[in-house]
């Protein structure tokens, strides 16, 4: 399929304006783009760091500002540029790109880049509730969190874990209601869900689990007009001065519905270079674009399933594909890299430089915790430990390395392995297992973050001695082969 060049292309429409779309308007002035280039925004704000919103929310009063943490102004890059006008709706022929916005305003352009980021989800019926995913909420949030307030969290996952100790430090009154068997259940398994479990207690946090939520009604027991109730699966009724819902995210997409195919949660299916791949299913009226359409729309970010080289489709959601992923779609969109969806070993053949490969990242402060995620666990790996989670009882301080050994006391890690079936299962000369790593979590190890990245980064499965993977004295890159 022909690619256009820098030349070819006029105009460009980047949607949305998080980290993913202000990284992509900064590869294409980068690579060369002189075109006109349109961004629309939705909150209107500058682009801004989400993590901190949770992470850090007593202690910054004001957003993480891109153009003050990576250097990234929009007012500078982009021709057009509009922080509050949305898109709306999105046509997409073998001549151009069309976006009309929520001003009533049509953008036409050459091609289009998605980086419309996700929304929170809200259960319907949930009105009392409040979530957590822009600048605004962390506003409110920040201001209702005062000592003695009783919060009630629904969800045990990555935002309801780092609100629930914030909160807790504060002083409020924390209840975290999660419909799993365990914390993070869905993110990281059961197995290492119930290892974070004794954290909540640790916290000050009450922590229920395997009970769904519902109903979230206005008003409490003892104040009517005032707070919100919870109503349990199994009948009981929990009174809170605030209720956040932190039940997850879904691509900000539904602008999209019957115009391009969109996967059940939202996303859009594009290759390796983030160009869409136009799959529908049979009763899919959305996405019979020609080939000459399909080039003109992209999409990074949140809103991208895209192929990876080690982990297949990955969903977006990841912070480092944010990050990223703009710079090679860039690139293959300018038709600088024309082959850049192609795997290694056809760029290789062709003699092109690799594409570089990032693993999906998730980086997680949470409970007095710092968690690091790299990869994609699935439900059917091995889960096997490398160390030991250390006694109930809060977090363990860190100590000077000794005997050059990599882990901080108190640090542990999971390791996620392909369970693959497997005839003839590789050994290593001293007759030690070797096993795929899918996926590694490290809970308090801030020092093996930069090897494992490191390890995870490079394009090809993570094979391991898995008898010296698991001891902790032994660096991990040490025990690869």
């Not at 850090?56 to 990576?70: I, Q």
């Not at 920040?142 to 003695?148: I, T």
């Not at 999209?256 to 969109?262: D, E, T």
């Amino acid at each position: 399929m022909p690619t256009p060049s820098a030349s070819d292309l006029s105009s460009i429409v980047i949607v949305g304006a998080g980290l993913a779309g202000a990284q992509t308007a900064a590869a294409l002035r980068k690579h060369g783009f002189e075109g006109r280039l349109t961004v629309l925004g939705a909150e209107g704000l500058p682009p801004y760091d989400r993590p901190p919103l949770s992470k850090e929310l007593l202690k910054r009063t004001e957003p993480v500002w891109l153009a003050d943490d990576l250097g990234v102004d929009l007012t500078a890059l982009a021709d057009d540029l509009r922080l509050a006008d949305p898109a709306v709706r999105l046509e997409v022929d073998r001549e151009r790109a069309l976006v009309r916005t929520s001003s009533g305003d049509d953008v036409a352009a050459d091609a289009v880049v998605l980086a419309c980021g996700s929304a929170a989800v809200r259960p319907a019926g949930w009105d009392a509730a409040i979530t957590l995913h822009t600048a605004a909420d962390a506003e409110r949030l920040r201001a209702a969190l005062v000592p003695g307030m009783r919060l009630v969290v629904v969800g045990a996952g990555w935002i309801g874990a780092e609100v629930a100790g914030v909160a807790a430090g504060a002083g409020a009154r924390v209840t975290v209601v999660e419909a799993g068997p365990a914390p993070l259940e869905r993110q990281l398994g059961r197995k290492v869900g119930g290892l974070l479990a004794p954290w909540y207690e640790d916290a000050g946090v009450t922590l229920v689990t395997d009970v769904a939520v519902d109903q979230v009604l206005p008003g409490t027991r003892e104040n009517p007009e005032d707070g919100a109730r919870v109503t349990l699966a199994d009948g009981r009724v929990l009174d809170a001065d605030l209720v956040l819902a932190a039940v997850g995210a879904r691509p900000a997409s539904g602008w999209l519905s019957g115009s391009l195919p969109l996967e059940s949660n939202g996303g859009l299916r594009v290759n390796r270079a983030g160009r869409l791949m136009g799959l529908h299913s049979p009763t899919d009226p959305a996405g019979r674009l020609h080939l000459d359409a399909l080039r003109r729309v992209w999409a990074v970010g949140d809103i991208a399933t895209r192929e990876h080289p080690v982990f297949g489709p990955v969903p977006g959601g990841h912070w480092s594909a944010a990050l990223h992923d703009p710079d090679a779609t860039v690139r293959a969109l300018l038709g600088l890299d024309e082959r850049a969806a192609e795997p290694e070993h056809v760029r290789a053949r062709l003699g092109l430089a690799p594409v570089p490969a990032h693993a999906p990242y998730v980086f997680s402060q949470q409970l007095g915790h710092d968690l690091a995620l790299f990869g994609v666990p699935s439900p059917f790996d091995e889960v096997v430990l490398r160390g030991a989670p250390a006694p109930s009882g809060g977090p363990v301080a860190s100590e000077p390395l000794a005997a050059g050994r990599p882990v901080a006391a108190g640090g542990w890690a999971a390791l996620y392995l392909e369970n693959a079936l497997d005839r003839h299962p590789r050994r290593t000369p001293d007759g030690h297992r070797v096993a795929t790593v899918r996926a590694v979590l490290l809970v308090d190890s801030p020092r093996e973050v930069g090897q494992v990245r490191k390890l995870m980064n490079r394009g090809m499965p993570l094979e391991v001695d898995l008898t010296r993977a698991l001891d902790p004295t032994i660096k991990l890159k040490d025990a690869t082969v």
